[in-house]
Nanobody
């Protein structure tokens, strides 16, 4: 069984930067994809970025050039570095871990962009 823990959310001013992290623990497969999604109040959840264990990376159009997804030097941790944040980036950011046998969601972390 795999458990996900997200961390790093918080309050940031417009134009600022923030990093959120997703750490998988338990019986983690050697091959998996970690994806970040976000959901703002009153809106549908939307895809942000994903990275595979083979380092294949995909970004949503709004994330290109501002967000960077990467594998941390910590085992089974994926970071999402967000820069030039805008008020419209405010949302609950959740990670999803997909491997051959299952898809697991984390509990989400709140990102607030406000002055």
């Amino acid at each position: 069984q795999v458990t996900l823990v997200e961390s790093g959310g918080g309050l940031v001013q417009p134009g600022g930067s923030l990093r959120v992290s997703c750490t998988a623990s338990g019986s983690v497969d050697s091959v998996y994809v970690t994806a970040w999604y976000r959901q703002a109040p009153g809106k549908q959840r939307e895809f942000v970025a994903s990275i595979s264990t083979g380092n294949s990376i995909t970004y949503a159009d709004f994330a290109k050039g501002r967000f960077t997804i990467s594998r941390a030097n910590v085992k089974n941790r994926v970071d999402l570095q967000m820069t030039s944040l805008k008020p419209e980036d405010a949302a609950v950011y959740s990670c999803k871990h997909s491997e051959s046998s299952a898809q697991i969601w984390g509990q989400g972390t709140q990102v607030t962009v406000s002055s």
